[in-house]
C-alpha cells in the first residue's frame, strides 16, 4: 500500500454522526472486487438527486472540496456492516485522512489495511477545526512528527506505534510477515526434512 507521510490539502466538512458504511457505499455497489471506480458512487444518496444530477446542497462536489484529500467528520464514523468497499471508495474520491472525535472499529481496521490515517481528536477540537476550515482552507497533517497545522493552530495528536509505523512504511499484516521471509523459508526447509509428508502433494 502507498505510504503516508505528509499531506497537504483543503478538507471536506463533512460534521455528522454515526455515518455508516451503507451511508459511504450503498450496497448496491458492493459486487466488484476492483477498488477502482468506487469514488463515484461514495456518498451517492447524500451526492446526487433522483435524476443523477450532483445537489446544491453536496459537501464533495463543490469548490475546493472537489480535490480535497482531507475529510472532517462527527463521532462513530463508518459504523454498521463491515464493507471494506467503504475505505475504497473514500480513498478512490481522493480521500486519503479522515480526522474525527471517533470510528467504528471495523472500519478503522480497513482503513489501516489500505494506508488511510484516522485521526482521532476530542469533540470540542474536531469542532473548532471544522469552523476554520470552511473557506477552504489548507490543512497539513504530519504523520512522523504527529501535527495537525492550520493558519491558526498546531494540533498534536496520538496514534498507536503499530499502526504509525505500518502507515509510514506502507505495510499491511502481510507486509509484515514477508520482513521475515528468510526465516519462513528457513522454517519450510527444516520442515520437510522433518516430516516430508505433511509437503507430499495430493494425487
Not at 25 to 47: D, M, N, Q, V
Not at 108 to 132: D, F, R, Y
Not at 143 to 150: F, G, H, P, R, V
Amino acid at each position: 500500500m502507498q505510504p503516508f507521510n505528509k499531506l497537504t490539502s483543503a478538507a471536506i466538512l463533512f460534521y455528522r454522526e454515526n455515518i455508516d458504511t451503507d451511508v459511504i457505499i450503498p450496497a448496491r455497489h458492493l459486487k466488484t472486487i476492483s477498488r477502482l471506480g468506487l469514488g463515484k458512487w461514495c456518498f451517492e444518496t447524500l451526492r446526487y438527486d433522483e435524476s443523477g444530477q450532483v445537489r446544491n446542497s453536496s459537501p464533495f462536489d463543490h469548490g475546493a472540496s472537489q480535490t480535497a484529500n482531507i475529510l472532517i467528520t462527527g463521532a462513530n464514523f463508518g459504523c454498521g456492516s463491515s464493507r471494506e468497499h467503504a475505505v475504497w471508495a473514500l480513498m478512490d474520491m481522493g480521500v486519503r485522512c479522515i480526522i474525527g472525535p471517533s470510528f467504528a472499529d471495523i472500519f478503522s481496521s480497513n482503513a489501516l489495511k489500505n494506508g488511510m490515517l484516522l485521526i482521532t481528536l476530542p469533540q470540542e477540537v474536531v469542532q473548532k477545526l471544522a469552523a476554520e476550515v470552511k473557506s477552504g482552507t489548507a490543512v497539513s497533517v504530519n504523520l512522523a512528527d504527529q501535527w495537525i497545522t492550520t493558519p491558526s493552530a498546531q494540533i498534536s495528536f496520538d496514534i498507536d506505534d503499530f499502526r504509525k509505523t505500518s502507515l509510514l512504511n506502507g505495510t499491511d499484516e502481510i507486509g509484515l510477515t514477508l520482513r521475515d521471509e528468510d526465516k519462513i523459508t528457513a522454517f519450510e526447509q527444516r520442515d520437510k526434512l522433518q516430516r516430508p509428508w505433511l509437503w507430499q502433494e495430493n494425487i
